[in-house]
């Protein structure tokens, strides 16, 4: 499966009612070969998709059924939670523990990225009887210098990983456990610095799989490509709407400009808001 056929299938099937379903079917389908290919730029929102759409919903669970379905190959019985609200993306359990986990995706477009974003103490809380929590996202959208997000991680023991490094454990396990991976964080003094972080899940990683940094780097290098690769399908996108938008009359980008500011919705809403206050009696 590869990632031009898996943005289109999203959004043929993203406002059916069983879109999760259809979709979890046809990541089934995916070999652990394509699946680690798919790791590599899931992370990375499609600008094609608007924003808060079904598409981009349906995306955020694309995510969480890849990571599902990598944990099932990493030993890791899981499944990802249907039901939104307070509670984690995933559930797992080995033999010995369990893990709730999130899976995050990111638009390339969107530079300011705050800890609330990440939801590190939300975890904490979603582990509840769990042994473990865990947060993947792309490598390059967490902080790299100092973040709060780190702090609370070793504090909580909340485990940060990157898709690569996930990547990296789904090629390189057999039947070893990676129990060791969700200590990493509780085992260091909390600290907020990114780079001290970073070096021991790069430690942590190498020696569960008895393999060598420069192994690991080239897998790093990977996620360059795949970026960069991504970052074009972007940037073709959003010239193709400078274009397109170029071409408008004016009474057709005064409507699209009502329409993209959901202004006609927003009318709607205070008028319901108004009629709610009209109606409320509180004596």
């Not at 992370?43 to 995510?63: N, Q, T, V």
């Not at 990598?70 to 899981?78: A, D, E, G, M, P």
């Not at 070793?154 to 690569?164: A, Q």
Request: proline fraction near 2%; hydrophobic fraction near 35%.
């Amino acid at each position: 499966m590869i990632r031009t056929h898996i943005v289109s299938f999203v959004e043929s099937i993203a406002k059916q009612e069983n879109a999760f379903d259809i979709l979890e079917e046809e990541v089934d389908k995916t070999s652990k070969d394509d699946l680690g290919k798919e790791l590599l730029s899931c992370g990375i929102i499609p600008e094609r998709y608007g924003h808060d759409s079904s598409e981009e919903k349906l995306w955020a669970k694309y995510c969480d059924i890849l990571l599902n379905k990598t944990f099932n190959h990493l030993n890791i019985r899981s499944e990802v939670i249907r039901v939104r609200g307070d509670s984690a993306d995933i559930r797992g359990a080995a033999d010995d523990y369990s893990v709730v986990a999130d899976a995050k995706a990111f638009r390339l477009s969107r530079t300011a990225k705050n800890q609330k974003d990440f939801k590190v103490t939300a975890l904490d809380d979603w582990r509840r009887g769990d042994t473990y929590a865990c947060l993947v996202a792309p490598l390059y959208q967490f902080p790299n210098r100092s973040s709060q997000i780190y702090l609370q991680a070793e504090e909580k023991n909340v485990t940060l990983l990157s898709y690569v490094h996930i990547k990296y454990l789904l090629d390189h396990i057999t039947d070893e456990s990676i129990e060791p991976v969700w200590n990493i964080a509780g085992a260091l003094n909390p600290s907020k610095k990114a780079r001290r972080y970073w070096e021991a899940v790069d430690d942590n990683v190498v020696a569960i799989t008895n393999t060598s940094f420069e192994e690991l780097h080239r897998y790093k290098q990977m996620v360059t490509q795949a970026a960069k690769v991504v970052g074009e399908e972007g940037i073709l996108y959003w010239e193709s709407m400078k274009r397109e938008y170029q071409l408008l009359t004016k009474e057709e980008a005064i409507k699209k400009l009502i329409q993209s500011e959901k202004i006609d919705q927003k009318i709607e809403v205070i008028r319901k808001a108004i009629d709610k206050v009209n109606q409320s009696h509180y004596g």
